[in-house]
């Protein structure tokens, strides 16, 4: 019988072929004594699929924080480096587990172990939440026999990845308080104040200002239709909100932030240690070059870097040294490619990518404050134009009367 195969050599790499063997059982034991770690077996030719097909089409799953992932590898570490056994130790984090969505994630993990699966594998049941990088690194561990120590290397990876991104998060809430703030006192301007100098407007017998009579609409407009213009609103920020988290939003708000000016620069600071981050990582794993290219490329969803890590793959493949793509173009920092270009030619690229990575990361942290403590006063003078623009368009037909009055006084 033949069977198609997925799996992990020692070094990480994901390999797939064929296997003649008598029995799947069969099958799965030859191929472990080639020092592969087996991710999917199927029987006939085709190629073989892993369950990450269905960790996609899962619906209804409540999605797992990086931030949980993090301290399971971390703790997984732990219990490992204590002497206890791998599904005793995953089984006691389960228990531990105050969340259901996650724990259910543990039990898919824990089956596929007990049915002699490697914790490689048995996370290719759940690639939503152990992503590509996530697995190769364990694979690594597995193969190398110093599981603890990597799964210590993968915590500390993701926990950076997850302060980062709590960090943005952090950074962007007050500015959202504040647009919220300004959207009520405009809504309750428009909606409540406007309506009751109507009366008042009504009385004077002369024209209003253009802004007091577009704003007089607008209030009408809203007082008429209220029923249909918040349902609209709400569904339109529900839309936009959802369009920015999905994939093509995302994209093309990157792809646009790369030729703003200043935003721009912080995208590629980003970008650039992030790149650094995972293919640091990656070799000192001792993944391959190539591995470590394509499993940093599959986690970026910017199309110009994806396009950058391609290039870099080719160049690779053909001899040249990876900071001779990353050097063409301007969406890398020139002084990271100079100290990864140094780091080619001494030997210790691994480490070199890890300081830059580091650097840039404390770097980040700084503008990502600078920038929230600069967005905050200009929003709040926004805000106040906004409302100062309501209130003269308010009083300037009182104003305009009162000097009408005056200038007509014996």
């Known amino acids: 019988m033949k069977f198609s195969y997925q799996a992990y050599d020692k070094s990480g790499a994901l390999k797939s072929g064929t296997i003649e063997a008598p029995s799947k059982d069969d099958a799965n034991e030859q191929l472990r004594k080639k020092g592969l770690f087996v ?37 997984l570490s732990v219990l490992i480096s204590t002497g206890t056994p ?38 290719e049941s759940r690639t939503d939440v152990f992503d590509a990088v996530f697995r190769s690194l364990v694979a690594a561990g597995e193969s190398s026999g110093h599981l603890d120590a990597m799964l210590q290397r993968v915590a500390v990876l993701t926990r950076k990845q997850a302060q980062i991104k709590a960090n943005l998060t952090g950074a962007m809430m ?59 609103l709400i569904f339109g920020l529900v839309m936009l909100v959802r369009w920015i988290k999905s994939p093509a939003g995302g994209q093309t708000l990157s792809v646009l932030a790369l030729g703003v000016p200043k935003l721009g620069d912080i995208q590629r600071s980003f970008m650039t240690a992030r790149i650094t981050r995972l293919m640091g990582v990656l070799l000192e794993a001792k993944v391959p070059m190539i591995d470590s290219i394509e499993l940093t490329r ?37 002084s990271a490619v100079e100290a990864i270009r140094n780091g080619e030619q001494t030997g ?20 990502v404050k600078s920038a929230s403590s600069l967005i905050e006063p200009v929003i709040m003078v926004g805000l106040g134009l906004l409302v100062g623009f309501v209130a003269i368009s308010m009083f300037l037909p009182l104003f305009d009367l009162t000097a009408a009055a005056g200038g007509g006084a014996p």
Request: charged share 25%; no cysteine.
């Open 39 to 75: 991710s999917s077996l199927a029987e006939g030719q085709g190629s073989a699929t892993s369950s990450a097909g269905k960790s996609k089409k899962r619906k209804g799953s409540a999605k797992i924080s990086t931030k949980a992932v993090a301290e399971f590898a971390r703790e």
């Open 86 to 123: 791998l599904i005793d130790a995953i089984s006691s984090i389960e228990r531990q587990s105050s969340s259901e969505a996650w724990s259910k994630v543990l039990r898919e993990v824990i089956s596929r172990l007990e049915e002699g699966d490697s914790l490689t594998s048995a996370m």
């Open 174 to 232: 007050y500015p959202i308080l504040l647009i919220g703030i300004a959207v009520i006192v405009m809504g309750l301007l428009i909606g409540v104040v406007l309506p009751r100098f109507a009366g008042m407007f009504e009385t004077l017998d002369t024209e209003l200002p253009a802004s007091t009579a577009l704003l007089m609409m607008v209030s009408d407009f809203v007082r008429a239709y209220w029923w249909g213009v918040i349902p609209a």
């Open 298 to 334: 599959e986690s970026l969803g910017n199309p110009k870097y994806i396009e950058l890590l391609d290039r870099a793959e080719r160049a690779v493949t053909k001899g040249e040294p990876i900071s001779s793509s990353f050097n063409k173009g301007d969406l890398m920092i020139p």
């Open 348 to 367: 210790r690229l691994a480490e070199v990518m890890l300081h830059i990575s580091d650097y840039l990361d404390e770097d980040n942290e700084t503008i």
